[in-house]
């Protein structure tokens, strides 16, 4: 770590659990005044942050080599955490390491959740909060620009965010294969559990504007219905307005079924020409399994969702050695280029001020 | 208008276009890639454009509608499948429904090029001049092409159909539109075949009735047959009384029933007039 030149230090979810990240986490406001911070650290020409629930990461150009321990214990001091402990989980990679790393961090390649998007414009947020506060320079804007390139390169060249894999998504792409647009889908979300709330809050995601909870606790019912803008249907009235809906989210901790086959014909009766989807998340099961049997039903549990959502998950680990290649590639290459720039910074009288990042030639694009 | 190439060479030409986002359609299928939809889509065009230029150089040979023969028969149903496909392949953005579409019209067109006793008599003048009666044969065979079409997006509803109750949904299941669109295209599809169909039979029937002995009972009670039909099956789908797979599956008899009505329509073809109708030997 004690060299010039890019540099990455930080804590991700693969170097440390989550009461650190807790605890290494960074506020808004904290930010904004670290950022201050850095600002006016001597050696220090150009910093970024990346701070995610799973990931905080300072970016930056040294032109000494004590910049980045001091950038460390800046953010140890103002997280009131030793050097010493931070050092345990701490991730610190430099030159063409670093730059793989940010490569495969906005590709997904090395999130929790492996191929998930959001954190594409997580760094993009990161990057324009550091333009914003000028700490990005011809270096970072060049490296984070091409950044953006090869992640979406990797992206549309692998399968890598191919396929949901969380149980919640797997069911929304589901109904998207049955209802097309989910725009005028009716969706009823019995049970008030967490699961069966991040089912429904995946399908308000996606468009679905049609939510009703019923839950055999009526006020813990028009609790969520509240939280989640939807509406609340007594429980006991949930088969008799089952063909009010086009989607069933079955969560709750009912020891017998709450939908059953006959209610379920009942309701295909009042609409046979629009199909039913029964998300049965609940153990033991709320729907009755025979209902799959019937025209126009279609019925996954939480074992069926689960595979899909393994198989998807087993699918993008397979593309992981070609997108990390196309990576390696990109980040060779872009190397070539930023190496010998870097390289200017620690010639002496290299351009601008040297001790202070708000200078306004650094924040030209490359 | 001259051209270079025969009407059959053009028809090749177009043949092999379909032929080649067939292949390609499978290969993305079988590596499990959506396929460019873009591409695809412009292939079509090309194939189609050329086999309307080899319709086009059929029609003027033959002085009308090329739909003399089986061979005329079968390339103008793929022609029509496809010019519904290029319309309602925007409208619904499915690319599937492109390789369905680029599968069937290859098929028609390369097995009735590969035949050639199907081509050998080529007839001329065979609706003696009457517009009337070309418009009524080049409606009917329209509305063939959109039964084509019917039973296409009725495959693509059972196969989507069976990967949702089988729990198989990913691969190459997961380019097919929703139950709910293809349910949609399929009852807009029936309900166009069956007007186009009607309008075609309402025109046949105002000149038969002008020269009953002009067509004969066979082609009467085939056509007449398929229309009906296709008309019971609209009647029962929108009654809701014939619904999802059980519906798909009769919009595919349907269309092997239309198939195979041509053939009595084509044994039982009379000309028009016989003074204007003429026999090629190819």
Redesign the interface.
């Known amino acids: 770590m004690n060299e010039p030149g890019l540099f990455v230090i930080g804590a991700t979810h693969h170097t440390a659990p989550i009461e650190v990240r807790e605890k290494l986490s960074l506020g808004a406001e904290a930010a904004a005044s670290l950022h201050a911070e850095l600002g006016t650290m001597p050696g220090l020409r150009e910093f970024a942050l990346v701070s995610t629930c799973n990931r905080i990461e300072f970016y930056g150009v040294a032109e000494t080599a004590e910049a980045a321990v001091c950038v460390q214990a800046a953010f140890c001091a103002r997280q009131r955490f030793t050097v010493e402990e931070f050092e345990k989980f701490r991730l610190s990679l430099r030159g063409r390491h670093a730059v793989q790393h940010l490569f495969e961090v906005a590709s997904g390649l090395d999130s929790q959740m492996l191929g998930e998007t959001e954190i594409f414009g997580q760094v993009k947020e990161a990057y324009a909060a550091a333009q914003a506060r000028r700490s990005a320079g011809p270096v970072l804007n060049r490296v984070f620009q091409k950044t953006f390139q090869a992640a979406k390169m990797a992206r549309t060249h692998s399968a890598i965010t191919e396929g949901r894999v969380s149980v919640a998504n797997v069911a929304v792409d589901l109904a998207v294969n049955i209802f097309g647009d989910l725009t005028g889908t009716r969706v009823l979300l019995l049970g008030a559990g967490e699961i069966g709330e991040k089912t429904a809050k995946a399908f308000q995601g996606r468009g679905a504007t049609g939510l009703t909870v019923a839950s055999r606790r009526l006020e813990r019912a028009m609790e969520l219905a509240t939280s989640l803008g939807a509406g609340a249907l007594p429980f006991e009235h949930r088969e008799a307005k089952l063909a009010d809906f086009d989607v069933v989210v079955g969560s709750t901790s009912a020891p017998d079924l709450v939908v059953s086959h006959g209610a379920t014909t009942a309701a295909m009766r009042k609409r046979p020409d629009r199909p039913l989807f029964f998300i049965d998340l609940a153990l033991p099961r709320d729907i009755d399994p025979a209902v799959a049997g019937l025209q126009n039903v279609f019925l996954y549990n939480l074992d069926d969702l689960a595979k899909i959502a393994e198989r998807n998950r087993a699918a993008r680990e397979a593309e992981i050695s070609k997108c990390r290649a196309l990576l390696t590639e990109r980040a060779a290459a872009l190397w070539q280029q930023v190496e010998p720039q870097i390289g200017l910074l620690s010639r002496p009288g290299a351009g601008g001020s040297p001790d202070r990042l708000s200078t306004p030639d650094k924040v030209s694009p490359a | 208008m001259s051209s270079a190439l025969t009407d059959r060479q053009w028809l090749w030409i177009a043949a092999e276009f379909y032929l080649v986002v067939f292949l390609t359609g499978t290969f993305a299928q079988v590596r499990?890639?959506p396929h460019s939809s873009v591409f695809n889509y412009l292939l079509m065009v090309v194939g189609y454009t050329c086999q309307l230029m080899g319709l086009f150089l059929r029609g003027r040979a033959v002085g009308g509608c090329p739909l003399g023969n089986y061979f005329e028969i079968l390339q103008f149903t793929a022609w029509s499948a496809t010019t519904l496909y290029l319309v309602i392949g925007v409208t619904f953005r499915s690319s599937m429904l492109g390789y369905f579409t680029a599968c069937l019209t290859a098929a028609l067109s390369i097995v009735s090029l590969a035949i050639p006793s199907w081509d050998a008599t080529r007839r001329t003048g065979i609706f003696g001049g009457n517009p009337w009666i070309e418009f009524h044969a080049a409606l009917a065979l329209f509305s063939y092409g959109v039964f084509a079409l019917l039973a296409l997006t009725s495959l693509m509803f059972l196969l989507?159909n069976y990967?949702?109750?089988s729990?198989r949904?990913?691969g190459w299941f997961?380019f097919?539109?929703?139950?709910?669109?293809l349910?949609h295209i399929g009852v807009r599809l029936l309900g166009a075949g069956v007007t186009i169909l009607t309008i075609s039979l309402a025109v046949g029937a105002a000149w038969w009735l002008r020269k009953t002995e002009s067509v004969d009972v066979l082609k009467i009670l085939a056509t007449v047959a398929v229309w009906a039909a296709a008309a019971v099956v609209l009647g029962l789908r929108l009654g809701?009384k014939l619904?999802?797979?059980?519906f798909a599956w009769t919009c595919l008899v349907l269309f092997a029933a239309a198939l195979l009505s041509l053939w009595a329509v084509n044994a039982s073809r009379h000309p028009a007039s016989p003074a204007a109708t003429a026999v090629v030997k190819s």
Do not use: F, N, T, Y
């Open positions: 499990g890639r989507r990967s949702l109750k729990k949904v990913g997961s097919l539109p929703s139950i709910l669109d349910d809701r619904l999802a797979g059980r």
